[in-house]
């Protein structure tokens, strides 16, 4: 106790603090569209408690993931070598996490484009296995943002107060602006098709980044920002028109 009370009083620490809290709201901000997907396939009456019980979860793997930071750490040590990259393990989850998130945003695009073949969605039609399989999802995908989270983290700063708090205020943020996200996805479905590009160059970006190619963050979400803004504009334009048309008729 004595020791949080010293970090509090030194300036470095509410630095960093803040610089992690930002980073960790907008890693979460992946995690979140593809939450926010996932759910808005079950049944209306299931989707908040999905969103709820998903992240809750999250929250609870993310603290556990920091309590063993030795080991996670570790996690960045070459295991083998190929076509003259050393493999670690981070790198191996960040890769499959990366074709996880490829494979299930190619699979959605189909089904918007053909929505004949929905009963191959292995997002089963009964709510049991659906809501576990969406839990299950939320918790695998969690899995790899959050290895990738916690070693940047522990780059940025030696104290464990520090990440728990900053992971703590994050996850909050992304369970209070889960339910808005959510529904704002579903009344737009031209949002789906954009939030699920986002998820495609995202499962690009750690496949690429797992094989030893470094890409910046800041390319990656403002080319994302760039493009919601496109779309922002085309839904005004759109919803002007309908307006016109409506005072016409």
């Given at each position: ?95 499959a996490g ?96 954009l939030a ?35 779309e922002v ?17």
């Amino acid at each position: 106790m004595q020791d949080i009370l010293l970090l509090m009083q030194e300036p470095t620490a509410w630095i960093a603090l803040i610089t992690l809290i930002v980073m960790e709201v907008v890693l979460g901000i992946d995690n979140l569209i593809f939450i926010s997907i996932l759910t808005n396939k079950l049944p209306a009456v299931h989707r908040e408690s999905a969103r709820r019980v998903g992240i809750g979860l999250a929250l609870v793997m993310r603290l556990a993931l920091l309590g063993t930071v030795a080991w996670i750490v570790q996690l960045t040590t070459p295991v083998f070598e190929a076509f003259g990259h050393g493999f670690s393990w981070k790198d191996m989850i960040l890769i499959a996490g990366g074709l996880f998130l490829v494979w299930k945003a190619t699979k959605e695009i189909h089904h918007n484009v053909d929505p004949v073949d929905h009963d191959e969605d292995f997002i089963a039609s009964s709510v049991t296995t659906g809501f576990a399989a969406a839990i299950g999802q939320i918790l695998l995908l969690d899995l790899v943002f959050s290895v990738d989270s916690i070693i940047t983290a522990v780059g940025m700063t030696p104290h464990l107060p520090i990440m728990v708090v900053s992971v703590i205020v994050a996850v909050t943020v992304m369970l209070v602006a889960s339910g808005p996200l959510a529904r704002f996805i579903e009344k737009n479905p031209t949002i789906v098709m954009l939030a699920l590009g986002f998820l495609l160059m995202i499962g690009t970006t750690l496949i690429a980044e797992g094989a030893g190619f470094h890409v910046p963050k800041g390319y990656v979400y403002a080319a994302m920002a760039f493009s919601a803004l496109v779309e922002v504009l085309n839904m005004l334009s759109r919803r002007k028109r309908q307006r016109e048309k409506a005072l016409k008729q």
